[in-house]
């Protein structure tokens, strides 16, 4: 028996542009998967071959192309993963890579939003943006219109009520979905902050959704492979 028809399905997060330019987001379910691609079942917007879409499972996302379409009573895609090592369900796999141990010593990532205001250089009008994670490093946003890699920012990240100020630069752009930005010269009191506000906000995240008879001791922390600060 094929080792693929022994897999259990996933249910992944899809997100892109269809064929008539309409953003869309929903779950769909990947079979036969690997860490170059896999089959979409349930994805309903009209998509066509070589298109990108965004792809989660669980906290990990990556890009991946089309590559074939199979329309049916349920619509069928066949995707390619643009990076291997950047395989959204290679936990399932078992795969480990160098990369896997280099993310782990970087800075812990927390799928948090944060309100977010963005003003490039020699621009007075802010952009307002909610994180989708972020780090003492960096954060990553969604966003159809992200900025190309190199612009440097001025970026004021929200505190509950108290703002923190700090340069920073895009590092990762994906047309369509999103980028990835660093912080610049953060001064180290202003990172001590920002630290303590991320710990506190994660405790109250999982307060608020762990049973009360089973709180979980800490909280997860995500690893998003889309933001590669250095």
């Known amino acids: 028996m094929d080792r693929r028809d022994e ?7 899809v997100w892109g542009t269809d064929k008539n330019g309409r953003d869309f987001s929903q ?23 070589g298109g990108i879409i965004g792809l989660q499972y669980k906290e ?9 379409v199979w329309s049916n009573h349920l619509p069928l895609l066949s995707v390619q993963l643009f990076d291997p090592a950047l395989c959204p369900w290679k936990s399932v796999l078992g795969i480990t890579t160098p990369e896997d141990q280099k993310e782990r010593r970087r800075a812990p990532r927390y799928k ?8 490039q250089e020699r621009s007075n009008a802010p952009t ?13 946003i969604e ?6 890699v190199g612009t440097e920012l001025n970026v004021a990240i929200w505190l509950g009520a108290e703002k923190l100020l700090t340069d920073a630069i895009v590092r990762t752009c994906h047309a369509s979905v999103g980028m990835g930005v660093q ?15 991320l710990e506190r906000a994660l405790q109250q995240q999982n307060s608020a959704s762990a049973p009360p008879a089973s709180k979980p001791p800490a909280g997860e922390i995500a690893q998003d492979p889309l933001l590669e600060p250095s």
Request: glycine fraction near 4%; include cysteine.
């Open 143 to 148: 966003t159809i219109l992200p900025l190309g």
């Open 128 to 140: 307002h943006f909610r994180t989708s994670d972020i780090s003492t490093s960096g954060f990553y």
């Open 183 to 197: 912080f610049v010269d953060m001064a180290p009191q202003d990172e001590k902050r920002l630290a303590e506000f």
């Open 60 to 68: 990990a996302s990556t890009l991946a192309r089309i590559l074939e």
């Open 112 to 119: 948090i939003a944060v309100a977010i205001d963005i003003r």
């Open 7 to 13: 897999q259990p399905p996933l249910t992944v997060k």
């Open 27 to 49: 779950t769909a379910e990947a079979r036969e998967y690997t860490d170059h691609g896999a089959l979409l079942k349930g994805v309903e917007q009209c998509v066509a071959p």
